[in-house]
């Protein structure tokens, strides 16, 4: 079962074009709650449950712009109650381009 997670990550949205195809795909991936895209500082941030790294795939494929994952923040529910933060990753570069597998490089 996926955790529910919080992502910020850095995609390249230069004009109004992009900025449709990046909602458009937000928009049609399920696992996410919410997005906030801001387009001056190329950033977006997601919410849902799901797996980070697949949610930065998907968004890669749909929308064929390079996505770089700024930070991830996992929440666990206790008793369905309270919510408790929990950082799990925070990078300054995890980069994913179309003919790369998979891969993270934290500095």
């Known amino acids: 079962m996926d955790q529910f997670c919080c992502m910020v ?34 950033k977006v941030s997601v919410c849902g449950k799901f797996k980070p790294q697949e949610i930065a795939i998907k968004i890669r494929k749909k929308t064929n712009r390079r996505v770089e994952i700024l930070e991830i923040q996992e929440f666990s529910i206790n008793n369905g109650q309270s919510h408790e933060e929990k950082p799990l990753m925070i990078c300054s570069s995890w980069n994913l381009e179309s003919n790369q597998n998979l891969f993270a490089t934290c500095t």
Request: net charge positive; glycine share 2%; with cysteine.
């Open 9 to 42: 990550m850095r995609i390249n949205i230069d004009c109004n074009g992009c900025y449709r195809k990046v909602r458009r795909a937000l928009l049609e991936t399920q696992e996410l709650d919410t997005h906030l895209i801001e387009m001056k500082q190329s």
